[in-house]
């Protein structure tokens, strides 16, 4: 008898639990959100006088689980995309990683 109270108890929490699971929203959610992660990172890593040399930041979405948001190095005056530092952010995570020079 023990056992099935405790089953009848634990199954509304375990439904809860999945549903809430299915309807997580992204952490990172649009293309603003992930230029001010990623410049944030950015200036903490080389600091506002580089970052500011290299703007506009580049931000990718074509990967459909990362935002990419690069330092734009300039050649001949307009930037260049790739061969500048990255920051990979995870939409769903949050989660990133920095990259130091991309192809």
């Given at each position: 008898m023990?056992?099935?109270w405790t089953i009848v108890l634990l199954l509304p929490t375990l439904a809860f639990a999945s549903?809430?699971?299915q309807r997580h929203r992204d952490y990172?959610?649009?293309k603003k959100a992930?230029?001010?992660?990623?410049?944030?990172?950015?200036i903490g890593k080389y600091g506002d006088e580089r970052v500011n040399?290299?703007?506009?930041?580049?931000?990718?979405d074509?990967?459909?689980?990362?935002?990419?948001v690069q330092m734009a190095p300039r050649k001949n005056g307009?930037?260049?995309?790739?061969?500048?530092?990255?920051?990979w952010i995870n939409k769903h995570s949050g989660c990133l990683q920095v990259m130091e020079h991309m192809k």
């Open positions: 023990r056992r099935t549903d809430a699971h990172v959610p649009d992930a230029e001010r992660i990623g410049e944030a990172v950015l040399l290299e703007r506009p930041l580049l931000v990718d074509s990967n459909k689980d990362y935002w990419i307009m930037p260049a995309i790739g061969g500048g530092p990255a920051v």
